[in-house]
């Protein structure tokens, strides 16, 4: 009904489903039906290129396009200038060189950051950081924005990567951070975090160094991340 309602969850989903591409369309700024759902899409668009580009996926694979209802031509030419960059960029990960099981983990790491409450909760304050500010009535220009959220979006991805690398598969730190092309010291912070949440255990030791594993135990927070993803996508396909 309104591209305020595109989620980045089914964003992400179409990407895992196979798309090399995705537009999201909205109305011109200020003819939204809904007021500000275009306002809204651009701070949730934004999250999740930022999401593409930290797993390595070109982050062009994914636009908004504005237009209005009058404007078929506009339309066909965002529509097949859109095809073209994609054909050009090729199947999703070919031009990255990220493909098979590493991209399906990267795609799985993806929609679980876009699926947390953390990335859900920065999309929704995208506009009222710009307009009415934090809680401290401080207003943020897009670059201070931007800077902000390309932190959040670096540790929420991360996270999620960290816990599904480790998966069956335990590993030492220096390992993960070859593998995830980040520095080691920053793995080991994040490994404190998800240590001190319980998702993540120390284990034995590999030529002196600490083996990290995945935990056993986390239910409740997996049952609740499926719910977020449910409420997510659920309620748009009831409406078809
Ligand atoms: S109705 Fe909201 S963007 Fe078109």
Redesign the pocket.
Known sequence: ?????VDPVLIMESFAAGADGVMVG??LKG????????LQ?EGKVEVTRRVLRRMGLNPERLVLR?MSSAQGGRFVEYVTGFQAAVAELGPLGSSEGVTGAELELRLTAALNAVSDKKLRWVEGKWLEFQEDGNVYGEIFTLHELGRMYEEVVLDECALQEIRLRLKGRPQTALALSREMRIPAYKVLRHLADLRRLGFVVLGATASGEPLWSAAQTRERSSALEGDVRQAATGSVRGQD
């Not at 009904?1 to 309602?5: D, K, N, Q, V």
């Not at 003819?31 to 275009?38: F, L, T």
């Open positions: 009904m309104c591209s305020g309602r909205a109305c003819e939204c039906h809904y007021s500000i759902g275009n899409a504005m």
